[in-house]
C-alpha cells in the first residue's frame, strides 16, 4: 500500500548540532508538506513544496531547510538545532486536483537538550 | 487574531451524547474546509469535508456558513471510540488550488462511559 513514512520517529540531540528528519511517501504526491506541533499553536507550516527542485517558506521557516531533489523525499534539516526547536513534526502529502487533502505521516518527536 | 479559531475545550460529555463543535476563520475569500482528527500522539486523519450545502457522514453532520464565516461540527450518539482532539481546516485566501491549508488548534472531546 502507498503509503508516507517518517525516520525517525524519535530523537533526542544536544543544542547546535546538525538534525535531519526524513519524509518519504509513495503516493507519488507532487506537494509536500513540514509542519511542527506545540501546545497552544497547533500546526504550523515550516516549509512546503510543489514538486522536485521546488521549496518555499512557511510561517515558522527560521531555522529549517529543506530540498527536494526526487518526488518521493522531503527531508526537513534543522541547521543549529535550539532548544526552541523541541516539538512534534509531521510531514504530510498532497496530490494538485485532490481537493487539497493533506495525509500525514506519523510523525518525529525531537528533543533539543 | 488566529486565522481559525476553535474552542480548545476539553468537551467531556457520556456516551450517547449529541456534541457540537464550533469553528470561525478570518478569511472571507477561503475556499476549502476540512474536519481533521487527531487521536493523543499521533497524526491528524481527515475526518470529512465540509460543503456549503451541508454534509453528513453517519453520525457526523458538518455545516459550513459562508456569510458568518464559521463551520461547525455535529456527532450524534458519542462513542468512545470518538473521543480525540477536532482540528477544523481551512485553505488560505486565493489558495484553493494551491494545497496549503491552516490548522486551528483543535477542540478536544472527551467521551465517557
Known amino acids: 500500500d502507498a503509503e508516507i513514512t517518517q525516520s525517525p520517529r524519535h530523537k533526542i540531540t544536544e543544542t547546535g548540532r546538525q538534525v535531519t528528519l526524513a519524509c518519504h511517501q509513495t503516493?507519488?504526491?507532487?506537494?509536500m508538506f513540514w509542519y511542527r506541533q506545540d501546545l497552544g499553536h497547533g500546526l504550523r507550516l515550516i516549509h512546503y513544496?510543489?514538486?522536485?527542485?521546488?521549496?518555499n517558506k512557511g510561517e515558522v521557516s527560521d531555522g529549517y531547510s529543506v530540498s527536494r531533489s526526487n518526488t518521493e523525499d522531503l527531508p526537513l534539516t534543522l541547521e543549529s538545532a535550539a532548544s526552541s526547536q523541541t516539538s512534534v513534526y509531521f510531514c504530510a502529502s498532497s496530490r494538485t486536483g485532490d481537493g487539497n487533502i493533506q495525509y500525514f505521516g506519523a510523525g518525529t518527536r525531537l528533543s533539543v537538550l | 487574531r488566529k486565522e481559525v479559531e476553535q474552542d480548545p475545550g476539553p468537551f467531556n460529555v457520556p456516551e450517547g451524547a449529541t456534541v457540537a463543535f464550533n469553528c470561525t476563520y478570518s478569511?472571507?475569500?477561503?475556499?476549502?474546509f476540512f474536519w481533521y482528527r487527531q487521536d493523543c500522539r499521533k497524526e491528524p486523519k481527515l475526518l470529512m469535508s465540509v460543503y456549503s450545502s451541508g454534509n453528513e457522514d453517519g453520525r457526523f453532520t458538518a455545516q459550513l456558513n459562508r456569510a458568518s464565516q464559521y463551520i461547525s461540527l455535529l456527532i450524534r450518539d458519542s462513542k468512545l471510540s470518538d473521543s480525540a482532539t477536532y482540528l477544523c481546516v481551512v485553505t488560505p485566501h486565493g489558495s484553493s488550488n494551491t494545497g496549503k491549508l491552516i490548522f486551528g488548534q483543535g477542540t478536544t472531546l472527551q467521551v465517557k462511559p
Open positions: 503516493w507519488n504526491h507532487n506537494n
Open positions: 478569511n472571507s475569500a477561503s475556499q476549502s
Open positions: 513544496s510543489y514538486g522536485v527542485q521546488d521549496t
